[in-house]
């Protein structure tokens, strides 16, 4: 047995018992616990949070525009866990997996609501006048100085992740396998040329960021779902079935089939909800830390705001990522994993360019999830030492990037989600002990609205 072997051997039991029964629960529960405090408002609400996408007032302090601010968190958040982290929820769990990611989006919308919600309330503003915020101020300011280690342990966890896990390694080592598969492109000149092009924006902070965020994740997102939807569309007579055999998985298991060894039910639950997690990020803390850049003076406001980046990402993106593999059948192929998954399923129908399609949807994916948490990490930092040593921070950020394309795909998914679940659970913690002040924040905001719905009324009437 080889050190990659022994390495990979203690990685996975280490993975086990962080994204064991304790903290799936924890997640959903949460979701779960919110959901009914906050009256179903991820359902009820979700036509207001999709008008406040383009229509936000935009007003109060905050370094960018609310829009900027979800894009800043798509960037993020729609990456390779919703290319590669779907395909290998499928590929390991079973059709079934996908139940389980809706599932916990469904509740994640609340949990992703109200860490919107606490962003704002507690932000504040660094020494270079930037604002700051996230799980780190709203555990400390909200639930007291005596949670400041709960704190400063999810801004360690959060520097872990945005270095050596969805930050740097799995994103650009996709981008590199991609290249390469395609393309023939050596991984180490891909990921080279990727951290150049990286330095290149973070080092302009926030607002470069943003403006790159801003374009680039509306443009990929049509994209990438309109590709899709070919996909699906022309193998419209699996679709049925692809359904069948997702409700039926998530609550019997999967049989062996092809290239597949079969799957159980807690193999369905635990990749499901674990690649639902590392795709939209809810519950995770990190969007949280964009929102409160965001210019907004009601904290609920731009809570649903940020609710529909994970009706975005995993409800839409995730679903049709999910569904082009199964209808297609390459879920039980065997030998392949990860992006050539769903490279597969778009060279079935698009056999000339659903490669090179689904390599560039992928690699702009993995480039602004590259720029969102660099700047998360960033925030973190400046939250435990303040802004001497940011820039130190981008370069070795940059550092990490470069050495993407050298590393083996197993040990990065393993690490990255390791660290996730470490960053998860003081954020949780935090939403849990301050759920009084978001349902508090909810009611003065929908007062809000009625109050100005009335006077708009008025208004009309005295027009008329």
Not at 200 to 219: D, L, T
Not at 239 to 244: L, S, T
Not at 316 to 330: A, D, Y
Request: proline share 3%; net charge positive; with cysteine.
């Amino acid at each position: 047995m080889d050190f990659f072997e022994v390495l990979l051997g203690v990685l996975n039991k280490v993975n086990d018992f962080v994204w064991g029964p304790p903290l799936l629960i924890l997640l959903v529960g949460t979701g779960l616990m919110l959901t009914i405090r906050l009256r179903l408002l991820q359902v009820i609400k979700l036509p207001k949070a999709i008008k406040l996408i383009f229509k936000a007032e935009n007003k109060g302090e905050g370094d960018i525009n609310s829009f900027a601010a979800l894009c800043t968190a798509l960037a993020a958040t729609v990456g390779t866990g919703n290319i590669v982290g779907v395909a290998t929820a499928i590929t390991s769990g079973g059709p079934g997996a996908l139940f389980w990611m809706w599932l916990a989006a469904f509740f994640g919308m609340a949990t992703k609501y109200a860490e919107g919600v606490l962003a704002i309330k507690y932000r504040g503003v660094d020494s270079n006048g930037q604002v700051s915020g996230g799980p780190m101020y709203y555990i400390e300011k909200g639930l007291g100085k005596k949670f400041k280690p709960l704190a400063i342990f999810f801004a360690v966890s959060g520097i872990l992740v945005a270095l050596l896990g969805i930050g740097t390694f799995a994103q650009v080592n996709s981008i590199a396998s991609s290249i390469d598969t395609v393309l023939g492109v050596d991984p180490r000149l891909t990921s080279l040329i990727v951290a150049v092009l990286v330095g290149i924006i973070v080092f302009g902070g926030i607002q470069s960021i943003s403006k790159v965020a801003e374009k680039v994740v509306p443009f990929m997102a049509i994209v990438y779902i309109a590709i899709s939807l070919i996909i699906i569309g022309c193998n419209y007579q699996a679709i049925i079935p692809a359904f069948v055999s997702v409700f039926k998985g998530a609550f019997t298991g999967t049989a062996a089939v092809g290239g597949f060894l079969g799957a159980t039910v807690a193999q369905a639950i635990q990749k499901g909800i674990a690649r639902g997690v590392f795709s939209n990020e809810s519950g995770l803390g990190s969007a949280p830390i964009a929102a409160a850049a965001a210019k907004t003076e009601w904290p609920a406001e731009q809570g649903l705001i940020s609710m529909t980046g994970t009706f975005i990402d995993t409800i839409i993106i995730c679903t049709l990522t999910g569904l082009t593999i199964l209808v297609t059948g390459t879920w039980n192929l065997e030998g392949i994993s990860g992006a050539t998954v769903t490279q597969m399923s778009f060279s079935k129908v698009l056999p000339n360019v659903g490669p090179y399609l689904i390599m560039i949807c992928l690699c702009l994916f993995a480039f602004t999830t590259i720029l969102g948490w660099c700047y998360y990490g960033e925030r973190c930092l400046e939250y435990l030492a303040g802004v001497k040593g940011i820039k130190l921070y981008r370069g070795i950020f940059v550092a990490l990037i470069a050495m993407g394309g050298f590393l083996k795909l197993e040990v990065i998914w393993i690490l990255a989600d390791i660290v996730n679940g470490l960053m998860a659970f003081p954020n949780l913690i935090g939403l849990i002990g301050l759920s009084g002040v978001v349902a508090t924040e909810t009611k003065l905001y929908m007062d809000h609205l009625k109050e100005k719905e009335t006077l708009e009324k008025e208004a009309l009437k005295k027009v008329a």
